[in-house]
């Protein structure tokens, strides 16, 4: 090796030295959410000769887009420069991580620190730097699924009673309080979850939440949504990510009934998945397939199976419906003719409550209805009924007349309002047309409708009609 040669050796040996005791830890690259503030984690080392000057009186600078005097965007000590933050870390342990506050679009950008000090302490950290990246909306939260604690893909279908770990995760970035994480599902399922916190690859803080359970058939087909909120400058922002559960499990008889009448009808509804198949036996032996049989096909779990049976049936045939797919089968039967009885016992407790209701309901109507009634009546007791005695002035000839009135004192008399009443008298006139009504007892505040009609006249043939008030006919009564 000639002189050269050595002494490129030796510089490039001296320059690993002197990088190794310069250095900076950094993330890569950091998300920020506009209108909330940004953490740097960030750590550094210096020439141990330099510790010495490493004191309380050491700054802390960030150089943005470049390691210029004019790209300083941030002072530790002087807060007149461009971004308004915070150093929590303490420099005099080489902790320099750092909080940018009120994030905007002009925190985008490639960032540098440094560290100014006594005696010689200044050095820019050029070989490594922080990307950060402004977004308008947090992303959504990572779910992974994992079943018996292996991983699985979110899409894979898990048998039942498999012990299932859903797992939702998402980086904290920077808001006024710790975001928080919640599960919730589309059938409202009662779910045990429990969240943490642990750093990521990056050294960056990411909340985690593990939702724990047992697979179900119950579950098949229920999505699970897992919803992250940063509190945002007195707001709210969420983001969300669901995953929809795929549950393997044995077929299921969820309804079997018959309708017999000319005609004995069955249904038997399934579900399974994979999708079940049903068959049919009539005390015990297959259905044959000229039998009527229809499916209908709900989705791609649930199948409702039909059967028609024309033929006579004894009091000892049972109709069986027997379901089954890849991971188990299921049956019930039932009794064709004790079906019957039962269906018939069934529809005479069934009329004879319509019959009690619809008789219940007559009486109260009947009880409603005499009260309403009775309700018309006055409600203070009527007196006593007199007799008013109307007289001509001829005794031999005269008929007496009888009208009962009710008797009202006066002080009675001033609750009711005085109402118009109607009564015809008829009087025979066989003397002259001065004869005159005598003997009035007992007056009532009422309208009397007197008709007179002279000798041999009809009442069809009436001369006048006369409207006389009580009051004014005691008037002329009196002697």
Known sequence: ?????????????????????WNIS???KIEALRGSCVTINCTFTIDNTYDKYLTDSAVGIWLKNGHNKENAVFHSTNSKLSFKGEMTGKLKVKNCTTIFY??????????YFKIDGNGGLKWT???????????????????????????????????ERSSMCLRCSAKTLCSSSPPTLTWSSTD??????????????????????????????LQHGVTFICTITYQIQQRNTTAQRNI???????????????????VTVCLCE????????????????????????????????????????HQSLS??????????????????????????????????????????AGALVMMILCVITHKRRQNRKPFQKRREATTSHILTNEEHEGESVYANRVMLSPAEADNYPESLHYSSIHFTNTHTESEKIMDVSSLTAEYTVVRYYPAGASESSTDEQVIVNAEELKEEVKP
């Not at 939260?141 to 894979?156: A, I, L, N, R, S």
């Not at 209908?296 to 649930?302: G, K, Q």
């Open 102 to 111: 009120n994030v905007t679009s002009n925190h985008k950008g490639q960032f």
């Open 244 to 262: 929809t559960l795929r549950v393997q499990y044995a077929t299921k008889i969820s309804l079997f009934s018959c309708n017999r009448t000319d």
């Open 315 to 356: 009091h000892t045939d049972t109709l069986q419906c027997v379901t089954n797919n890849s991971y188990g089968n299921s049956s019930q039967q039932i009794q064709l003719d004790s079906f019957s009885h039962e269906m018939f016992s069934g529809f005479i407790i069934f009329y004879v409550l319509i019959g009690a």
């Open 1 to 21: 090796m000639d002189k050269e040669q050595k002494i490129i050796l030796f510089v490039l040996l001296l320059q690993g030295v002197w990088c190794r005791d």
């Open 26 to 28: 950094l993330p890569e």
């Open 188 to 217: 409202r399922l009662h779910l045990n979850e429990n969240s943490r916190l642990q750093l990521d690859q990056q050294n960056q803080t990411e909340i985690i939440s593990d939702l724990n359970f047992t697979a179900t058939h």
């Open 270 to 309: 399934v579900h399974g998945n994979p999708s079940p198949k049903v068959k049919w036996f009539l005390s015990g032996r297959p259905v044959s397939t000229n039998t009527s049989i229809s499916e209908e096909r709900l989705n791609s779990t649930d199948l409702r199976s039909f059967i028609s049976l």
């Open 125 to 159: 950290y050029t070989q490594k730097s922080v990307s950060i990246d402004v977004i308008d909306s947090p992303h959504n939260p990572t779910v992974q699924m994992f079943k018996d604690q292996m991983k699985v893909e979110v899409h894979e279908e898990v048998l």
